[in-house]
């Protein structure tokens, strides 16, 4: 069986008129401030990493209050380094979905407008993923208070 190539014809000859580009450069404003707002958020992250991490690689131990418990220090830091990097990303697609989109539209360039649309795909795919994860933590975790 042959798979079926994608095209850059419309589907179903659907076009974006002006009432659709009015609200999908609305959607563009939105997102953009989204995104400030998370580049704002992943900069404090950093900041407070930096500021933060001696103290937190040797007070982890103190705080846990167990022998040799310092080494865990380092991987929260790990962990949060990663975070802050999948963060980053996640916020990266939502600022090319903004610029794209708003850029198809401005220059009636089909190609661009839909690799926007790619990206915010994209971003709600990794959202998507995280939020089953999220919510599977949270049952285990109730389930393991259960029993």
Do not use: H
């Amino acid at each position: 069986m042959m798979e079926q190539q994608p095209s850059n014809e419309p589907l179903f000859e659907l076009q974006v008129d002006y009432d659709s580009g009015n609200r999908f450069n609305e959607a563009t404003k939105w997102a953009k401030f989204i995104t400030i707002i998370c580049f704002i958020g992943i900069g404090f992250g950093v900041l407070m990493l930096a500021v933060s991490s001696a103290v937190l690689v040797q007070g982890f131990g103190t705080y846990m209050q167990m022998p040799g418990v310092e080494a865990s220090g380092g991987i929260v830091i790990t962990v949060i380094i990663i975070v802050l990097i999948l963060f980053t990303y996640i916020s990266i697609l939502l600022y090319r979905f903004a610029t794209l989109v708003k850029k198809g539209i401005q220059n009636q360039d089909q190609a661009v407008f839909n690799e926007g649309l790619m990206n915010l795909k994209n971003y709600f795919l990794i959202n998507g993923i995280f939020a089953l994860l999220g919510i599977v933590v949270n049952v285990v975790g109730f389930l393991g208070k259960l029993f």
